[in-house]
């Protein structure tokens, strides 16, 4: 067991973790930010995704001293200080993209990514293609696909509306 | 009106799930929380010879190690099946008690062999290698074709020829003469392929046990707490009801797998009781492809005799049904529903359905979206399409030729439905108008001058929802807010979106004044959870009862409270008013005047609520049309899905956003099991194959399309809501319609069959075999 220490939403914590200790099960176990889930064991159904020095990553995927120093951003910390939502999310409820809600964080966290990456614009092509990481179970990805378009303008136009 | 019956309002959950705030199971920790693993069996089917936990006990952390030998010692009891067939009049079969731990034989790989606590998850699955157990291997079978064979491996001693439970539906003398003398007979034999429903969270339980009061308090990821709390406090733990409590907080996807408890559920409350500590086990992927309940696999021979005009004649069906190592959950349902929807909406009256429900050394099978509806509807509209291709006919033609007319309803089947409503020709139309039915030849031309084959299919589906009663409560409090007590439960549905919409339009109230709680046995009195689409019509119906029940009661408190006592009292959009004059209260000021302490005559009590219930002794048939074009690369023969429309009769759409959600879903798990997804044993050891998502390959968003869905409504008379069930019908259509599109655009290549899932290899080998032909 060694130290290590993790910014995550912009704050700093310090835990003693095992070699094997895996980024998720820092979050969800030693910090107590459930919001982050798994959902398998072999890197596939991206319900860890969280950012990672402002990159996607599945957090399922990194050992908690890999990010040791490193900034983490989880679905908990996307919202605004003063509790607005991120466009991303105000569009998943507006587009009906989640059901049960599980894979949910995950779908957002790599959904913001992709929209950031893609400054020149999204179609529904690229849009299911990027997000062939995230495996949702409830909604048939229709619904996930319509937030992340609208998402995309409200986050560039201001407005999800044309 | 932006929140009443009938329009898309955006869901009042999605705030705590957007935001990472949801409860599920796994979220939930307890003061000195402990963790469980559990030892499966590496054999498909063996005799236990010895267990020996002596350096599992000794390993760090560990408190507790429990083996099939300590079930026995304790007199802990199994799991029975939900129902048998003989339960509800049918015929008898052979039923299994499914041991939380097994003691003397194993019977599939993933039985229960140990569970080990210790204080780490980690420190539990460590020491979980290190138990050494003994075994002698058996023989085993698998496939249900092998399961039936003589002298095949056999699983119950007291169950000789490994078959459950024999069903069968119609007249096989009429129907043998049907078949004899028709001028046209097709024949296939399908598989339906295993498949695990796979709901993106895994499952959880937390056990704790209350020392000083006897009390225990079950934590899982059920589709039906009550259910849960009454198998384990009965059959299992063999303790009053009154002392398991049983919670579902927020649970991530169910499909049919949460339905009923596991060992695992059973295994945490027994535990907590011997360590004296909480227990919680979390299932890995890996243990849930092992350890949940699959669905499907069966097999079928089906015949349709027909005429030259394509008049359908009779119909007779020759299947065998896996149940697996044991009976669990309510594994009966899907091969009784595998039969009773073969004849779909045709007019046919003659029919011969049998099916042999078998043990076989795999994972117990339960209901999976559509638990035997997709079974039947696969068969009968792979057969109407042979019929269709034999005849040179149009399906959709060959299809109008047999639909039941509404002038024809309410219209009984061979196999004693009665459905009570519907417009199928005029559904069907309307789909082929909006799939452009009659613009496909120019769309394959298209497709051939870009290197692809292009096939299209259409399917009529109808299916029977809503199973079981149920009990809804509304319960208000002193400054008027309702709160909802469903004995339904939400997992993705839904539902605290829905019934609000339903009470506050009922009852006039703003939507923000109503409440919704469910899935803790403490909190709700009774319910029976949600699956098989039952929650709009049994849940929606009950809370209806509830509502006209809240009603009645305020109305002689309104009467009161406006200076009349006998005064006749209207009730419309919130206000009470005495008829013919405009004296009139709020429904605010009555609630609160029954939370009066002093003023109120006594004969009004303390407090208003009220308790409604329905079942399904009515129960809807929701139906519908799919249309889809799929394009086949004929280089690398990877099929790609390029229109896919939708009309479903649903009854009344209580929230269309939410009806469409379903479908979706349902839509997304039928293509999945045309041409993804397979549950893979190996035929001689058992083993399975397929044991994660690396080999089981699920729907990701660029396996799908974009869906173009409408509703075609026809209310039922079933219910006062006049809904029709939403959950499953994608599941159930799905498959046939992806499987007969892909046939027809290979028929010019010569393919005439090929089994589910369609994978590219598979499309490329039928290709190969047909050309070599």
Same mark, same amino acid.
């Given at each position: 067991m060694s130290e290590v220490t993790i910014t995550v939403n912009d704050v700093a914590y310090t835990r003693k973790v095992e070699g094997r200790t895996l980024l998720v099960e820092f979050l969800r176990e030693g910090i107590g930010l459930t919001g982050t889930h798994v959902g398998c064991d072999t890197s596939q159904c991206g319900a860890c995704t969280v950012r990672l020095d402002g990159h996607a990553v599945k957090s399922c995927s990194v050992l908690a001293h890999q990010a040791d120093g490193h900034n983490v951003v989880t679905i908990e910390g996307i919202s605004s200080?003063?509790?607005?939502l991120h466009p991303m999310q105000e569009m998943f409820k507006e587009h009906h993209g989640l059901q049960c809600g599980f894979c949910t964080p995950g779908m957002i966290m790599s959904a913001i990514d992709l929209v950031e990456k893609h400054p020149e614009g999204l179609d529904g092509y690229v849009v299911r293609e990027g997000l062939e990481g995230n495996i949702c179970r409830c909604t048939g990805y229709q619904g996930i696909v319509q937030a992340v378009l609208a998402a995309w303008k409200k986050m560039y136009l201001g407005s999800e509306t044309d | 009106m932006k929140y009443s019956i009938g329009q898309p309002v955006r869901r009042v959950e999605d705030k705590r799930f957007i935001t990472g705030r949801g409860k599920y199971v796994d979220d939930l920790r307890f003061p000195g929380q402990a963790y469980g693993a559990v030892l499966f069996s590496p054999h498909a089917h063996a005799n236990i010879l010895s267990v020996d936990v002596s350096a599992a006990m000794a390993s760090q952390g560990v408190l507790l190690v429990l083996t099939g030998a300590d079930v026995v010692a304790q007199n802990i009891g199994g799991l029975p099946?939900?129902?048998?067939?003989?339960?509800?009049?049918?015929?008898?079969?052979?039923?299994?008690?499914?041991? /939380? #731990?097994?003691?003397?034989k194993v019977r599939h790989v993933? +039985?229960?062999?140990?569970?080990?606590?210790?204080?780490?998850?980690?420190?539990?699955? +460590? @020491?979980?290698? #290190? *138990?050494?157990v003994e075994y002698e291997t058996l023989d085993a079978v698998i496939s249900v074709e092998d399961a039936v064979r003589e002298g095949a491996p056999n699983i119950w001693p007291a169950c000789p020829d490994n078959v459950s439970v024999r069903l069968r539906f119609g007249d096989d003398i009429a129907t043998e003469a049907v078949i004899a003398q028709a001028p046209r007979v097709v024949t296939l034999r399908l598989e339906n392929n295993r498949l695990s429903p796979n709901p993106m969270e895994p499952r959880c339980a937390i056990g704790i046990y209350e020392p000083a009061d006897e009390n225990y308090i079950l934590y899982t990821t059920s589709q039906n707490p009550h259910g849960a709390r009454h198998m384990i406090s009965q059959s299992? #733990?063999?303790i009053p009801e009154a002392k398991l409590r049983a919670i579902a907080p927020d649970v991530g996807g169910g499909f049919g797998m949460k339905t009923d408890p596991y060992p695992e559920d059973a295994l945490v409350l027994w535990a907590a009781r011997l360590c004296g500590r909480p227990v919680k086990y979390l299932a890995s992927r890996s243990d849930s492809f092992l350890g949940d309940t699959h669905g499907r696999d069966q097999v079928v021979t089906g015949e349709l005799a027909f005429d030259d005009t394509g008049r359908m004649l009779g119909i007779r069906a020759r !299947? *065998?049904?896996?149940?697996? @190592?044991?009976? !669990?959950?309510? @594994?009966?349902?899907?091969?009784?529903?595998?039969?009773?929807? /073969?004849?779909?909406v045709y007019d046919v009256q003659t029919v011969d359905l049998t099916t042999q429900v078998v043990f076989t050394n795999t994972a117990p099978l339960g209901v999976y979206r559509g638990a035997g509806r997709p079974?039947?509807?696969?068969? /009968?509209?792979r057969l109407v399409d042979k019929a269709a291709a034999q005849l040179g006919l149009d399906p959709a033609e060959f299809r109008r030729r047999n639909l039941i007319d509404p002038s024809q309803l309410p219209y009984r089947t061979a196999t004693h439905y009665i459905? +009570?409503?519907?417009? &199928?020709?005029?559904?069907? +139309?309307?789909? #082929?108008?909006?799939?452009?039915?009659?613009? &496909? @030849?120019?769309?394959? /031309?298209?497709?051939?001058?870009?290197?692809?084959?292009r096939g299209r299919a259409i399917t009529y589906y109808i299916e029977q929802a809503g199973i079981f009663n149920d009990r809804m409560e509304l319960r208000f409090d002193p400054t008027g807010n309702v709160t909802i007590v469903a004995g339904t439960h939400s997992h993705g549905q839904g539902h605290a979106t829905v019934f609000t919409q339903l009470v506050s339009e009922w009852l006039g109230l703003p939507f923000e004044k109503v409440n919704f709680l469910q899935g803790d046995t403490a909190t709700v009195p009774f319910g029976r959870g949600t699956y098989a689409a039952r929650s709009s019509m049994i849940g929606g119906s009950a809370l209806r009862v509830a509502a006209e029940q809240v009603i009645e009661k305020c109305k002689p408190m309104a009467a009161f409270l406006l200076g009349d006592e006998e005064a006749d009292i209207s009730f419309m959009e919130g206000v009470f008013s005495i008829l013919g004059t405009n004296r009139s209260i709020g429904i605010a000021n009555v609630v609160s005047a029954f939370y009066a302490p002093a003023g109120i005559p006594d004969k009004f009590g303390v407090g208003l609520g009220a308790v409604g219930s329905w079942s399904a002794q009515l129960p809807n048939f929701p139906n519908g049309c799919h249309i889809c074009e799929i394009e086949i690369d004929r280089e690398t023969a990877v099929p790609t899905i390029d229109r896919y429309f939708v009309v479903d009769d649903t009854g009344r759409a209580l929230n269309p956003m939410i009806c469409e959600g379903q479908i979706l879903g349902g839509l997304a798990q039928g293509i999945g099991q045309a041409l993804l997804e397979n549950i893979v044993y190996d035929p001689d050891t058992g083993q399975l194959i397929t044991g994660s998502f690396t080999d089981y390959c699920m729907p990701r968003a660029d396996d799908l399309p974009d869906f173009q869905l409408s509703f075609h409504d026809v209310p039922s008379p079933s219910n006062p809501l006049g809904v029709k069930g939403v959950g499953e019908s994608g599941a159930i259509a799905a498959p046939p319609t992806i499987i007969n599109a892909i046939l027809d655009a290979l028929r010019e290549v010569g393919v005439e069959h090929i089994d589910m899932p369609a994978t590219p290899a598979r499309i490329w080998a039928?290709?190969?075999?047909a050309q070599a032909a």
């Open positions: 200080r003063d509790g607005n | 099946p939900l129902f048998m067939p003989e339960d509800a009049g049918g015929p008898p079969g052979y039923r299994t008690s499914r041991p /939380i #731990l097994c003691s003397n993933g +039985d229960r062999v140990a569970f080990v606590v210790a204080d780490t998850a980690a420190q539990a699955r +460590d @020491a979980a290698e #290190l *138990i050494e299992v #733990l063999r !299947a *065998i049904h896996a149940v697996g @190592a044991y009976v !669990a959950s309510a @594994a009966m349902a899907p091969p009784n529903f595998s039969l009773t929807l /073969i004849p779909n079974e039947a509807t696969y068969l /009968i509209e459905y +009570d409503s519907g417009r &199928f020709e005029e559904l069907m +139309d309307d789909c #082929l108008a909006r799939a452009d039915w009659a613009g &496909f @030849a120019e769309r394959k /031309i298209q497709s051939s001058q870009r290197g692809r084959w039928a290709v190969q075999n």
